[in-house]
C-alpha cells in the first residue's frame, strides 16, 4: 500500500485486516516484522520553510536528499547530520525524513546540538485505530501538553505512521576544521575526546576510528574554526585538516561490505572501551567521544551475553541472531508496552518490533 | 477557574491516612496542622489557593515510593512540588490532595566530568546545580528567571526553559535520565548517562508531563563547559517591526547567538527606571549576546552589528566592560519585578514564530486599547517564545477578570499564526481550558492515554493540563 494523502492512510489503517510494516524509504529499517507494506513514500512534499524562523514543515514520504537540497539553498541544514545506511544495510531506496525521525537518525554531531529529537517541532501521525493525531507544532518552544514528538521520534513505526514533521534547522557553518590525533589506543583516545569536549572550544564531533586516527571537528565563523583548532592542537597535540572524514564516519563506511553483524551501542563513554574489549569484536568505530560504539560481529554472537551486565543499550542493526532492541527491565518493559496497547490496540504496527 | 469538588470520602478519611503517612515517613516529614498547610495552599499563581488535606517531605526515593504506596491504596490524590515557582498553578494543590514536596531532597550524587553529567536528587534548584560544578568549569544550561528557587523537580515537570535557550535547548535537551516513581509506588530508571533512548523515549514524555505520570526523584542532567567569555550588545529601534525584522535576520545569518531578547516601550521604561541599566528610550529594544574568546566574539558581534545596522537602529551599542554586560542583562532580568513595581500584571507565554513577531505585536496593541487594559511585552525574541505582560488593578472589582479574558484572546492569536499557548510554563491550571483552542478532541484523548498508562486512576496531579471536561472520566475513576 502507498497512500497519496493522510486521509488515505488513515482509511488504509482502518480498513487493515492484518499486520502492517510501515517503511519510508527502507534504508533503515531495523528487524524483519512481517505484513503487508504501508509506504509513506507517496506523501511527500514540504509544506513550509521559513529560513528566517529556521523552521520546515514537510509530509513524512519527501526523500531527505529533497529537503538537504532545499535547506543547502539557503545556507541551512538539518543539523543533526542523518547519517545514510544504505551502504551499512546494503539497501537500496532513497531515505524519507519520516523515516529518519522514525528511527531518531543521527549522527557525529549529536554530541553538541543533539540528536534528531532534539530538532523535531512537531507531528502529524496516524495511530492504529487510523485515527490522525498532532502534537508540538512549528515553534521552537512549546510545553502545551505532552510531549508526544519525542515519544514518537525513534519509535520506529510501532506507535503512529508519521505524515507530516515540523523540524528546526539550522543555519550551515561557514568554515570547519578537523584536528586529528594519531595513534592513541582506544583508553586514550577516549580520555582525550572528553578532554576536547569538557574545555569550551565547541567540538562538534569527536571520534575515535582504530587505525585511521582520533578526530575532533570544529565549526563556525573561519576565525572561530581557526581559534578552536589551534587551541585543542595546543591541549592534544595532533594536526588540523580541512575536512575529516565525517561522512564515514557518519555512514560508519568501515564496516561496509565486510561480513558480519553490526551492532550498535549506547553506554557512557569512559565505559565503551571496557565494553569493546569484552566484546570479542572483529571491527570496532568510537562516535559521540565513546558514548556510541558501532561493533562488527561474527555472525550470531550475542553481544548482549558477551558483554554481560552494563550500564546502556546495545541494538542489533544488520544481522538476526539476536533481538534488535535491548530487552528493558520489567517495569518500563510495561510502561512501553501500555503505551504499544492503547496507541495501537489491534497491534498492526511493526508487530514483533521493539516489544 | 473550576477545580473538581473533593473526595468527600478522602476527607473524612484523613486521620486514617495520615497516620499511614507517619507510619512510613519521619516525624518531622508529615504536616497536617491547618496553619502550616497554609505555605502549601497555592504557587506562584497565588490568585488561585487551596488548602491540601495534608503535605510531606521525604528525604529518599524509597520514602517518596512508600508515601506513593500508601495513598494509591488510599485513592488519596497527590500534587507534586518542587519549589512551588510555577507561573501556571502547577503545584497548586486541592482539598482532598496530598502535597508531596521534594524540597528536602537536594542532594548531589555524583559529579561526573569526563562524561559530562551530574546526577542530582530533584529538590535541588537549578542554580545550585551549576553552583556544584562551576568552580571546576562547567555549567547546567536551562535558566528560568526563578533559577534561584526553582527545583529541578519542577523543571523536569514543566520543560522549563530560559533566556539561553536559543543555543542550548530547554530542559529536555539537557537531561539525560530519571528516577521515577509511579504512583504505585513503582521506581524505574528512565535513561542514564548515555545519549539516547533504547527503545521508545519515555524520557521524552516524562520531561513536560506536569508532574502527571510520575514523581521524578533523581536525575542525571547533562553539564557544559562555561564559555570563555560573554558578551551583550543593546540595539534600539524605532518600530517594533523593524525589530523583528532584524531578529530574523540575524539567526538567518548563520551565527547563533545564546539570547536575543525583546522588549517593547512599556517595559523599557519600566525596567530603566528601576534597573538603570542605561536603556535608550525606543519603541523595541533587541539584547542580543554571544559567546567565545574575545576575538571570536569580536567576529559574531561585528556580523551581528553589521545586520543591525541595516535596520537603522536609534541606538547600537556593545558592552565594553564586564560591569556594563551586567546592567544590561540586570534590566532585562528585572523586567518582571519592574513591572511588579507599578503594578499587579498577569504574565503570558506563547510561542509564535518568529515571522509572526510584527503581526502579533501589531494586534496585541491593538486589543490593548479595545479593552483599555495596558500591555508590556518582553521576551525571547529568538525562538519566538513571547512574554506579554498585561497590568490590571488586583483591587479594582472585574480587572482581573478582563486581564484574564484578554489573555485568552492573546493565546487564541498566538495559536491562529501557528502557535502555541505556552512555551516554558507550563498549562498547569492557568491554560487547563484553553487546550481545544490548540487541540482537537483527538489529540488531547491521546495525551491522556499516556497517562492512563503511567498513572492508571489518574490520582497524579489530576486535575491539571486537560479540560476538566475531557479528563472528567477518567478521574471519577
Known amino acids: ?355 | 477557574m473550576d477545580m473538581p469538588a473533593p473526595n468527600a470520602s478522602v476527607l473524612a478519611r484523613k486521620a486514617g491516612i495520615v497516620a499511614r503517612l507517619r507510619a512510613v515517613l519521619p516525624a518531622d516529614a508529615v504536616i497536617d496542622a491547618d496553619e502550616s498547610l497554609r505555605a502549601y495552599e497555592c504557587d506562584a499563581l497565588s490568585a488561585y489557593r487551596c488548602a491540601p488535606l495534608a503535605a510531606v517531605l521525604p528525604r529518599t526515593t524509597a520514602e517518596v515510593s512508600a508515601v506513593l504506596k500508601v495513598c494509591h491504596e488510599e485513592g488519596v490524590p497527590v500534587v507534586p512540588r518542587g519549589s512551588g515557582t510555577s507561573l501556571a498553578g502547577g503545584a497548586m494543590p486541592s482539598a482532598d490532595a496530598v502535597i508531596l514536596g521534594v524540597a528536602r531532597m537536594n542532594a548531589v550524587l555524583e559529579v561526573d566530568y569526563p562524561n559530562r553529567f551530574i546526577r542530582v536528587q530533584s529538590g535541588r534548584t537549578n542554580l545550585s546545580v551549576t553552583g556544584a560544578v562551576e568552580t571546576d568549569g562547567f555549567f547546567y544550561a536551562p535558566d528560568p528567571s526563578s533559577q534561584l528557587a526553582c527545583a529541578i523537580a519542577g523543571n523536569i515537570a514543566m520543560n522549563s526553559g530560559g533566556a539561553h535557550c536559543l543555543k542550548y535547548g530547554v530542559t529536555t535537551n539537557n537531561l539525560l535520565g530519571v528516577t521515577l516513581v509511579q504512583m504505585d509506588g513503582t521506581v524505574v530508571d528512565v535513561g542514564g548517562p548515555f545519549m539516547d533512548a533504547g527503545g521508545i523515549d519515555l524520557l521524552g514524555v516524562i520531561c513536560g508531563s506536569e508532574g502527571q505520570l510520575g514523581v521524578v526523584t533523581e536525575a542525571w542532567l547533562r553539564i557544559l563547559p562555561k564559555p570563555e567569555g560573554a558578551r551583550p550588545v543593546l540595539m534600539g529601534f524605532d518600530a517594533n517591526e523593524v525589530a523583528g525584522a532584524c531578529v530574523s535576520d540575524i539567526i538567518k545569518a548563520g551565527v547563533l547567538p545564546v539570547a536575543i531578547e525583546f522588549m517593547d516601550r512599556p517595559c523599557i521604561e519600566a525596567c530603566e527606571a528601576f534597573a538603570k541599566a542605561g536603556y535608550p528610550m525606543c519603541e523595541a529594544l533587541l539584547i542580543v549576546e554571544v559567546e567565545g574568546s574575545p576575538a571570536e566574539i569580536d567576529a559574531q558581534l561585528a556580523l551581528i552589528k553589521d545586520i543591525a545596522r541595516r535596520h537603522n537602529p536609534v541606538e547600537l551599542r556593545e558592552a565594553q566592560s564586564e560591569d556594563e554586560a551586567k546592567r544590561i542583562w540586570l534590566g532585562r532580568k528585572s523586567a518582571f519585578g519592574a513591572m511588579g513595581q507599578i503594578n499587579d500584571y498577569m504574565c503570558l507565554d506563547g510561542t509564535i514564530p518568529v515571522s509572526a513577531l510584527p503581526h502579533v505585536l501589531r494586534r496585541i496593541g491593538e486589543m490593548s486599547r479595545e479593552c483599555g487594559l495596558d500591555v508590556a511585552n518582553v521576551f525571547h525574541a529568538g525562538d519566538g517564545n513571547m512574554h506579554p505582560l498585561i497590568l490590571y488593578d488586583a483591587n479594582k472589582p472585574g480587572d482581573l477578570e478582563r486581564c484574564e479574558a484578554f489573555g485568552a484572546e492573546i493565546l487564541k492569536l498566538c495559536v491562529e499564526v501557528g502557535g502555541c499557548l505556552t512555551g516554558e510554563h507550563g498549562v498547569g491550571i492557568e491554560k487547563r481550558d484553553l487546550m481545544t483552542v490548540q487541540f482537537a478532541p483527538e489529540d488531547l484523548e491521546a495525551q491522556m492515554r499516556v497517562k492512563d498508562v503511567f498513572d492508571p486512576k489518574w490520582l497524579l496531579n489530576p486535575a491539571k493540563v486537560f479540560p476538566l471536561a475531557a479528563s472528567a472520566g477518567r478521574r471519577a475513576g
Not at chain 1, 233 to 259: C, E, K, S, Y
Open chain 1, 1 to 355: 500500500m502507498r497512500p497519496e494523502t493522510e486521509s488515505e492512510l488513515a482509511e488504509a489503517v482502518r480498513g487493515a485486516r492484518g499486520p502492517l510494516v510501515v517503511r519510508g524509504g527502507g534504508t533503515r529499517s531495523l528487524g524483519m516484522p512481517a505484513g503487508e507494506v504501508l509506504e509513506t513514500g507517496g506523501m511527500s512534499g514540504i509544506t513550509l520553510y521559513e529560513p528566517g524562523a529556521l523552521t520546515l514543515v514537510a509530509r513524512a514520504g519527501t526523500p531527505l536528499a529533497e529537503v538537504e537540497a532545499t535547506l543547502a539553498a539557503e545556507g541551512q541544514r538539518l543539523a543533526f547530520e542523518p547519517p545514510d545506511l544504505r551502504g551499512l544495510l546494503g539497501r537500496a531506496g532513497e531515505s524519507t525524513l519520516g523515516g529518519v525521525v522514525a528511527a531518531n537518525a543521527s549522527g557525529p554531531r549529536r554530541v553538541q546540538v543533539g540528536a534528531c529529537r532534539d530538532f523535531l517541532l512537531g507531528v502529524r501521525f496516524v495511530d492504529g485505530g487510523g485515527q490522525v493525531i498532532k502534537n508540538g507544532g512549528r515553534v521552537m518552544k512549546n510545553v502545551t501538553g505532552y510531549d508526544l514528538v519525542k515519544l514518537l521520534a525513534g519509535s520506529h513505526g510501532t506507535l503512529g505512521v508519521l505524515t507530516e514533521v515540523s523540524l528546526k534547522v539550522l543555519p550551515a557553518s561557514a568554515a570547519e576544521a578537523t584536528v586529528v590525533l594519531d595513534g592513541l589506543d582506544d583508553a586514550a583516545a577516549v580520555d582525550a575526546m572528553a578532554r576536547a569536549l569538557g574545555s569550551p572550544f565547541e567540538v562538534t564531533g569527536a571520534a575515535h576510528w582504530p587505525g585511521q586516527g582520533t578526530f575532533l571537528r570544529v565549526e563556525g565563523l573561519a576565525a572561530q574554526v581557526d581559534y578552536r583548532a589551534a587551541q585543542l592542537q595546543a591541549m592534544l597535540g595532533g594536526r588540523t585538516v580541512a575536512q575529516g572524514p565525517w561522512a564515514d564516519i557518519r555512514d560508519v563506511a568501515a564496516f561496509r561490505g565486510q561480513p558480519g553483524d553490526v551492532w550498535r551501542l549506547s553506554v557512557k563513554p569512559s565505559d565503551a572501551p571496557g565494553l569493546v574489549a569484552r566484546a570479542g569484536a572483529l571491527g570496532c568505530l568510537y562516535d559521540w567521544a565513546g558514548g556510541l560504539v558501532w561493533l562488527l560481529m561474527a555472525p550470531d554472537a550475542d553481544l548482549r551475553a558477551q558483554l554481560g551486565a552494563f550500564h546502556g543499550h546495545a541494538t542489533l542493526v544488520r544481522g538476526h541472531g539476536a533481538p534488535v532492541f535491548q530487552p528493558e527491565p520489567a517495569p518500563v518493559a510495561a510502561l512501553t508496552a501500555g503505551l504499544r496497547a492503547r496507541f495501537d490496540p489491534r497491534g498492526v504496527f511493526n508487530a514483533g518490533l521493539m516489544a
